[in-house]
Protein backbone atom coordinates (compact mmCIF):
# COMPACT_ATOMS: atom_id res chain seq x y z
CA UNK A 1 0.00 0.00 0.00
CA UNK A 2 1.46 3.55 -0.85
CA UNK A 3 1.33 6.13 1.79
CA UNK A 4 -2.14 7.63 -0.18
CA UNK A 5 -3.68 4.46 0.18
CA UNK A 6 -3.09 4.33 3.93
CA UNK A 7 -4.38 7.90 4.26
CA UNK A 8 -7.13 7.02 2.78
CA UNK A 9 -7.75 4.34 4.51
CA UNK A 10 -7.05 6.31 8.04
CA UNK A 11 -9.38 8.83 7.37
CA UNK A 12 -12.37 6.70 6.43
CA UNK A 13 -11.59 4.46 9.62
CA UNK A 14 -10.13 6.82 12.29
CA UNK A 15 -13.38 8.54 14.85
CA UNK A 16 -11.70 8.90 17.99
CA UNK A 17 -8.05 10.54 16.74
CA UNK A 18 -7.16 12.99 13.83
CA UNK A 19 -5.72 10.89 10.88
CA UNK A 20 -2.50 10.74 10.23
CA UNK A 21 -1.65 12.45 6.68
CA UNK A 22 -0.33 10.87 3.51
CA UNK A 23 3.07 12.71 4.32
CA UNK A 24 3.40 11.48 8.18
CA UNK A 25 2.93 7.76 6.42
CA UNK A 26 5.27 8.47 4.05
CA UNK A 27 7.89 10.27 7.11
CA UNK A 28 7.18 6.86 9.23
CA UNK A 29 7.65 4.65 6.44
CA UNK A 30 11.47 6.57 5.07
CA UNK A 31 12.84 5.24 8.33
CA UNK A 32 14.33 1.78 8.37
CA UNK A 33 12.87 0.80 11.66
CA UNK A 34 9.37 1.01 10.11
CA UNK A 35 7.33 -2.39 9.56
CA UNK A 36 4.37 -2.33 7.65
CA UNK A 37 1.87 -5.20 6.89
CA UNK A 38 -1.14 -5.04 4.78
CA UNK A 39 -4.19 -7.58 4.87
CA UNK A 40 -7.55 -7.03 2.49
CA UNK A 41 -8.01 -3.31 3.50
CA UNK A 42 -6.34 -3.11 6.21
CA UNK A 43 -2.73 -2.27 7.58
CA UNK A 44 -0.23 -2.33 10.54
CA UNK A 45 2.58 0.24 10.32
CA UNK A 46 5.03 0.28 13.51
CA UNK A 47 8.76 -0.25 14.24
CA UNK A 48 10.97 -2.75 15.69
CA UNK A 49 13.87 -0.93 17.85
CA UNK A 50 16.36 -3.51 19.86
CA UNK A 51 14.08 -5.88 20.90
CA UNK A 52 11.30 -4.06 21.27
CA UNK A 53 8.09 -3.54 18.56
CA UNK A 54 5.41 -0.42 18.99
CA UNK A 55 2.22 -0.32 16.40
CA UNK A 56 1.81 3.25 15.54
CA UNK A 57 -0.98 3.24 13.13
CA UNK A 58 -3.67 0.12 12.51
CA UNK A 59 -7.19 0.89 10.62
CA UNK A 60 -9.38 -1.11 8.07
CA UNK A 61 -11.60 0.77 5.79
CA UNK A 62 -15.07 0.85 7.05
CA UNK A 63 -16.52 -1.30 4.49
CA UNK A 64 -14.23 -4.17 5.19
CA UNK A 65 -14.54 -4.32 8.95
CA UNK A 66 -15.29 -7.57 10.73
CA UNK A 67 -14.33 -9.10 8.67
CA UNK A 68 -11.13 -10.11 10.19
CA UNK A 69 -9.18 -8.23 7.93
CA UNK A 70 -6.83 -6.76 10.81
CA UNK A 71 -6.25 -9.54 13.08
CA UNK A 72 -4.76 -10.74 9.79
CA UNK A 73 -3.13 -7.88 9.31
CA UNK A 74 -1.49 -7.59 12.78
CA UNK A 75 -0.71 -11.56 12.69
CA UNK A 76 1.76 -10.69 10.01
CA UNK A 77 3.04 -7.94 12.04
CA UNK A 78 3.56 -10.11 14.88
CA UNK A 79 5.53 -12.71 12.29
CA UNK A 80 7.26 -9.74 11.14
CA UNK A 81 8.54 -8.57 14.20
CA UNK A 82 9.68 -11.29 15.88
CA UNK A 83 11.72 -12.11 12.90
CA UNK A 84 13.35 -9.00 13.93
CA UNK A 85 14.11 -10.24 17.24
CA UNK A 86 11.39 -7.87 18.67
CA UNK A 87 10.12 -10.14 22.04
CA UNK A 88 7.35 -7.89 22.75
CA UNK A 89 5.04 -5.51 21.28
CA UNK A 90 3.21 -2.34 22.55
CA UNK A 91 0.83 -0.03 21.73
CA UNK A 92 -1.29 2.95 22.58
CA UNK A 93 -5.23 3.37 21.82
CA UNK A 94 -7.54 5.63 22.91
CA UNK A 95 -9.53 5.17 26.29
CA UNK A 96 -12.72 5.97 24.70
CA UNK A 97 -12.18 3.98 21.27
CA UNK A 98 -14.18 0.97 22.68
CA UNK A 99 -13.71 -1.16 19.02
CA UNK A 100 -9.79 -0.75 19.13
CA UNK A 101 -9.26 -1.95 22.96
CA UNK A 102 -12.31 -4.78 22.07
CA UNK A 103 -9.83 -5.65 19.01
CA UNK A 104 -6.24 -5.27 21.14
CA UNK A 105 -7.99 -7.39 23.69
CA UNK A 106 -9.11 -10.01 21.31
CA UNK A 107 -5.81 -10.09 20.18
CA UNK A 108 -3.84 -11.03 23.39
CA UNK A 109 -3.02 -7.81 24.46
CA UNK A 110 -3.04 -6.61 28.17
CA UNK A 111 -3.33 -2.82 29.50
CA UNK A 112 -0.44 -2.02 31.57
CA UNK A 113 -0.35 1.69 31.69
CA UNK A 114 -2.51 5.07 31.28
CA UNK A 115 -1.29 7.96 30.00
CA UNK A 116 -3.99 10.86 30.97
CA UNK A 117 -5.22 13.55 28.67
CA UNK A 118 -2.42 11.99 26.23
CA UNK A 119 -4.92 12.50 23.36
CA UNK A 120 -6.37 15.67 21.79
CA UNK A 121 -9.58 14.07 20.12
CA UNK A 122 -11.05 15.77 17.00
CA UNK A 123 -13.29 17.73 18.65
CA UNK A 124 -10.54 19.46 21.05
CA UNK A 125 -11.67 17.24 23.92
CA UNK A 126 -8.68 15.44 25.80
CA UNK A 127 -8.68 11.50 26.25
CA UNK A 128 -6.49 9.34 27.97
CA UNK A 129 -4.70 6.34 26.27
CA UNK A 130 -4.05 2.99 27.57
CA UNK A 131 -0.59 1.21 27.33
CA UNK A 132 -1.33 -1.88 25.70
CA UNK A 133 1.14 -4.62 25.49
CA UNK A 134 1.69 -8.42 24.00
CA UNK A 135 4.60 -10.88 24.79
CA UNK A 136 6.22 -12.27 21.26
CA UNK A 137 6.53 -16.32 21.14
CA UNK A 138 10.44 -16.86 20.86
CA UNK A 139 11.89 -17.54 17.48
C1 LIG B 1 -10.02 -1.57 15.36
C2 LIG B 1 -10.15 -2.01 13.89
C3 LIG B 1 -8.82 -1.87 13.17
C4 LIG B 1 -10.62 -3.48 13.84
O1 LIG B 1 -10.60 -3.88 12.46
P1 LIG B 1 -11.42 -5.15 11.91
O2 LIG B 1 -10.78 -5.55 10.61
O3 LIG B 1 -12.86 -4.83 11.90
O4 LIG B 1 -11.14 -6.24 13.03
P2 LIG B 1 -11.29 -7.85 12.88
O5 LIG B 1 -12.44 -8.14 11.96
O6 LIG B 1 -9.96 -8.41 12.53
O7 LIG B 1 -11.71 -8.22 14.39
C5 LIG B 1 -11.05 -9.20 15.14
C6 LIG B 1 -11.71 -9.24 16.51
O8 LIG B 1 -11.50 -7.99 17.20
C7 LIG B 1 -12.67 -7.67 17.98
N1 LIG B 1 -13.32 -6.48 17.45
C8 LIG B 1 -13.17 -5.94 16.21
N2 LIG B 1 -13.95 -4.84 16.09
C9 LIG B 1 -14.59 -4.69 17.26
C10 LIG B 1 -15.55 -3.76 17.73
N3 LIG B 1 -16.00 -2.77 16.96
N4 LIG B 1 -16.00 -3.88 19.00
C11 LIG B 1 -15.56 -4.88 19.79
N5 LIG B 1 -14.67 -5.82 19.40
C12 LIG B 1 -14.19 -5.72 18.15
C13 LIG B 1 -13.62 -8.87 17.83
O9 LIG B 1 -13.31 -9.82 18.85
C14 LIG B 1 -13.23 -9.40 16.48
O10 LIG B 1 -13.56 -10.75 16.27
P3 LIG B 1 -15.08 -11.12 15.79
O11 LIG B 1 -15.41 -10.20 14.64
O12 LIG B 1 -14.97 -12.56 15.39
O13 LIG B 1 -15.96 -10.85 16.95
C15 LIG B 1 -11.24 -1.14 13.17
O14 LIG B 1 -12.40 -1.05 13.99
C16 LIG B 1 -10.78 0.27 12.81
O15 LIG B 1 -10.21 0.50 11.74
N6 LIG B 1 -11.03 1.23 13.73
C17 LIG B 1 -10.67 2.64 13.44
C18 LIG B 1 -9.17 2.87 13.53
C19 LIG B 1 -8.64 2.71 14.94
O16 LIG B 1 -9.29 3.06 15.91
N7 LIG B 1 -7.41 2.17 15.04
C20 LIG B 1 -6.76 1.91 16.30
C21 LIG B 1 -5.91 3.03 16.69
S1 LIG B 1 -4.87 2.56 18.06
Same mark, same amino acid.
Not at 71 to 85: G, Q, S
Given at each position: ?????? @? *??????????? /??????? &????????????? *??AA??? %??????? +?????? +????? *???? *???? +??? @??????????????????? @?? @??? /?? #? %???????? &? /?? %?? #????????? %????????? #??AL???
Amino acid at each position: MTPAEL @A *GIAARAYRHMT /PWTEAEF &AATLSHPTALLTV *GEAAFVL %GRVVADE +AEILAL +ATDPD *GQRR *GAAR +AAL @ARFERAAAARDAVEIFLEV @AA @ANA /PA #R %GFYFACGY &A /PV %GR #RTAYYTCPD %GSRDDALLM #RKALPEN
